[in-house]
């Protein structure tokens, strides 16, 4: 954290998560990232990989497990569910997933834009009084 705070701050947090199982390892990165490092005083987004197999869209997972997060204390200024794997090429000469890493990647894009503050936050430095 001194080195982030000496090279400009902190401006966001981008929390990424794979799709699946939710766990308390994930409560406790999130609470040790965001509350314990960052005393909560920037922006945190959560980016949900591996979504290309939700049915009828990404988004569905996010829609089926935000009352875990809120439950769990866990909030977000924003989310993206993604699919960073493109597939095996199809007869085509596509990739299977092209289309969604191309949705994907423009999705996340918006979050940095939207939600990245233009100064950087700093954890401010307690010295010790000399006696």
């Known amino acids: ?8 701050g902190v401006n966001l947090l981008i929390f990424v998560i794979k799709c699946g199982q939710l766990s308390d390892s994930i409560h406790k990165n999130y609470t040790l990232f965001h509350h314990g490092f960052c005393d909560s005083k920037i922006p945190i987004v959560i980016v949900v990989t591996g979504c290309e197999n939700v049915e009828p869209t990404m988004d569905r997972w996010w829609n089926d497990n935000e009352a875990w997060f809120k439950k769990a204390g866990m909030s977000f200024n924003g989310r993206a ?51």
């Open 1 to 8: 954290m001194n080195e982030l705070s000496d090279s400009g």
């Open 81 to 131: 569910c993604v699919c960073a794997f493109k597939g095996p090429i199809t007869d085509t000469g596509v990739y299977r997933n092209e289309g969604l890493v191309y949705e994907s990647v423009i999705l996340v894009k918006q979050l940095v834009v939207q939600y990245c503050t233009s100064n950087g936050w700093k954890k401010v430095r307690h010295t010790k009084l000399e006696v």
